[in-house]
């Protein structure tokens, strides 16, 4: 097992937290058989796996860091330094790939803005 290490998440995933943790739990009845939905505990532990997926951690092993804040957690990861490095680098190219993707997409407009510019010059 490896040392327990310190993550922060984002805003964003603190609220898909706390969304889920809060999310009532109805029950329906017809003719006395209940059809119950996910308790909120299930879906703040579907939350939480989600988030160690993302982030790389057992989610069953978070614990938080009061000192910091809400968005300040400890817990294992569940991969080694090696696939870490891998796993952000791949998520770097594929931002960047984006943001390429996207800038492509805002210059090819403003050519576009610029041709009928001139001609209607």
């Known amino acids: ?13 603190l609220d898909a937290i706390l969304e889920a ?4 739990a109805p029950v329906i009845s017809f003719d006395g058989v209940h059809d119950a939905f996910p308790s909120q505990q299930e ?6 796996a989600a988030l160690g997926e993302k982030m790389g951690f057992d989610y069953m092993t978070v614990q938080p860091i009061a000192s ?5 957690f400890s817990a294992v990861p569940s991969e080694n330094e090696t ?5 952000l680098a791949r998520e770097d190219e ?3 790939r984006a943001e390429v993707k996207r800038l492509e997409g805002v210059v090819a407009e403003a050519q576009a803005k610029l041709a009928d510019i001139l001609a209607s010059a």
Do not use: I, L
């Open 1 to 13: 097992m490896y040392p327990r290490t310190n993550y922060e998440m984002t805003q964003s995933d």
């Open 21 to 24: 943790c809060s999310r009532p």
């Open 43 to 48: 879906n703040a532990n579907r939350a939480w």
């Open 68 to 72: 910091k804040g809400h968005r300040f």
């Open 83 to 87: 696939q870490r490095a891998e796993r």
């Open 94 to 96: 594929e931002k960047k």
